[in-house]
């Protein structure tokens, strides 16, 4: 089980490896702290409303350990090294071969692509009795779930598994034997080492929950593989062994706790009460509450169960300052710990990070904390004030807004506060790689989204699907408009709470009558449990 790798490469002439069973409990590891650490307390909350912590707990440990257990198998430990390298390749198998993995240098096997390691892996547990909804995140990690099942998978491609399609002797009874049995035992540390005394033990998980440990394996499994940070330091995180190490030589306790010590440089924002004795517009931008400010803010202060707030209200108004603050009141209530600000263009997602960024930095000396923040478009790096922003790794003072060089690319929606434009969030509605993290991202944050008037038909279902999906993980949304047609806000409000209740949403309100055709203005429209009033 030790002489099976994970990951292989060469560089300056020295051949590296990484044991499977190392990256096994590498990702493990990580994704149980992401679990404890990261998440915030709505996102573990909606995690647990169906079973206890520990139950959860348990689950998420299994899925990190058992990601990449399709990797034993022949398929994946006859592939040639990326960079080429027949040497490193060679002994490699040599190894295996020494373990008692006869003819694996000589196997040739024509299909071996049908059995790709996520693949192989969702297989597997298939054949071990693991529930359906959890094999599908195995299959998944990848960023693309399998279409069905793969219970035929080994039968069809038995040597992908199982080096031969037929033992036709005793030898060939042996080498098949020899697979089942390492597929057996790493399977069997991964249930004792997540808590499992049994295979059925493991709980059946419906869709919102799938989705967020979907993206939570992605975020843990890039983690665990990271080598090192872009920093110029190039500081280590969980790098590669030499081939003439083993296992056994690596401490994988010390190896975690500084992988994660020197991956982790930025806060938890932890949301206070905002209250309304004072002022908080005073407090934060130094300036007396407008009365609509004032009246808005006070709304949204008694609620308990707080879901969409739709603020409309003309330009000059202060509504972007309503929107924090009120980013802050439905953080406190719903257990979000960041925030992404959606805008139709780059040039107003420009204009808005300066202003969120000077908002954060208050946030930062109050609570003595550094937070990251990201500019989410396309043109991102040629922002000076962006790019002024120093890296989390370099900052020693607390207190400060950083940028953590990680989250970066596909990686962006995981920072905490992003600013960015609106597609960031509509792509939530379409189906694309890597999906699954965009989810993770956007179920620990409070969602504004500004000029919502703006978005032509086609955006439009986009934005429906996506705000569903927000209603789905009780995620709150605040919506800012200065024109916003009446039918559009009630489509908004519907399609939140069909998201939140499900398609029985309607019976779950309690609404004033003729709510839908409510023209004052300027209006502030809440939805709050199931309760609404505007």
């Not at 040597?159 to 049995?181: G, H, R």
């Amino acid at each position: 089980m030790t002489s099976l790798w994970a990951k292989k490469r060469s560089r300056d002439g020295v051949h590296y490896w990484l044991p499977l069973i190392t990256h096994l409990i590498d990702a493990q590891n990580t994704i149980n702290w992401l679990f404890n650490h990261w998440l915030s307390p709505g996102q573990r909350r909606l995690l647990t409303q169906r079973f206890s912590e520990d139950k959860v707990e348990k689950l998420v440990k299994f899925i990190g350990f058992t990601h990449d257990i399709g990797k034993a198998t022949p398929a994946f430990q006859i592939k040639r090294s990326f960079d080429e390298d027949f040497g490193l390749d060679v002994e490699l198998l040599e190894m295996l071969i020494r373990q008692g993995f006869t003819g694996l240098d000589d196997v040739n096997l024509s299909d071996s692509r049908k059995s790709q390691h996520a693949r192989a892996g969702e297989a597997l547990l298939d054949t071990k009795g693991v529930p359906e909804s959890v094999t599908a995140i195995i299959g998944g990690h990848h960023g693309r779930p399998e279409d069905s099942p793969q219970t035929q998978q080994i039968d069809i491609y038995t040597a992908n598994y199982l080096q031969l399609d037929v033992a036709k002797s005793e030898t060939d009874k042996m080498i098949q034997k020899n697979w089942q049995n390492v597929q057996e035992q790493l399977f069997k540390y991964g249930l004792s080492s997540s808590g499992y005394d049994s295979v059925g033990e493991i709980p059946d998980i419906n869709q919102p929950e799938a989705v967020l440990l979907e993206g939570l394996l992605i975020m843990a499994d890039w983690l665990a593989s990271s080598e090192s940070l872009d920093n110029p330091e190039n500081t280590p995180l969980f790098p590669l062994i030499e081939l003439n190490q083993t296992w056994s030589d690596i401490d994988m306790s010390s190896r975690f706790r500084n992988a994660i010590s020197a991956w982790y440089q930025s806060g938890e924002w932890i949301p206070a009460q905002v209250g309304i004795e004072e002022d908080p517009y005073q407090k934060r931008w130094g300036f007396d509450a407008r009365p609509v400010q004032k009246a808005m803010t006070e709304a949204i202060e008694k609620t308990t169960d707080p879901g969409m707030v739709i603020i409309e209200a003309p330009m000059g108004l202060g509504k972007t300052e309503i929107a924090l603050v009120a980013a802050e009141q439905l953080a406190y209530k719903s257990g979000c710990d960041g925030i992404f600000m959606g805008l139709p263009t780059q040039a107003t997602s420009n204009a808005m990070f300066e202003r969120v960024k000077q908002w954060l930095n208050k946030l930062a000396k109050t609570q003595n904390d550094n937070f990251d923040i990201k500019l989410m478009h396309g043109k991102a790096a040629f922002n000076e004030d962006y790019q002024a922003i120093p890296n989390a790794s370099n900052v020693d003072d607390l207190g400060s807004v950083v940028v953590n060089s990680w989250l970066a690319g596909k990686k962006s929606i995981l920072s905490k506060f992003t600013v960015g434009t609106i597609d960031n969030f509509l792509l939530l509605g379409l189906k694309q790689k890597h999906l699954f993290l965009k989810h993770l991202g956007f179920s620990d944050k409070v969602v504004i989204l500004d000029e919502v008037h703006a978005y032509d038909a086609y955006m439009s279902q986009y934005l429906y699907k996506a705000v569903e999906w927000l209603g789905a993980y009780h995620v709150p949304i605040v919506i800012l408009s200065a024109t916003l047609p009446k039918n559009r806000r009630n489509v908004l409000l519907k399609k939140y709470y069909k998201g939140k209740y499900g398609k029985y949403f309607k019976k779950n309100v309690v609404a004033p009558a003729h709510w839908q055709d409510n023209q004052a203005y300027p209006l502030l429209s809440v939805f709050d449990g199931g309760k609404f009033y505007n």
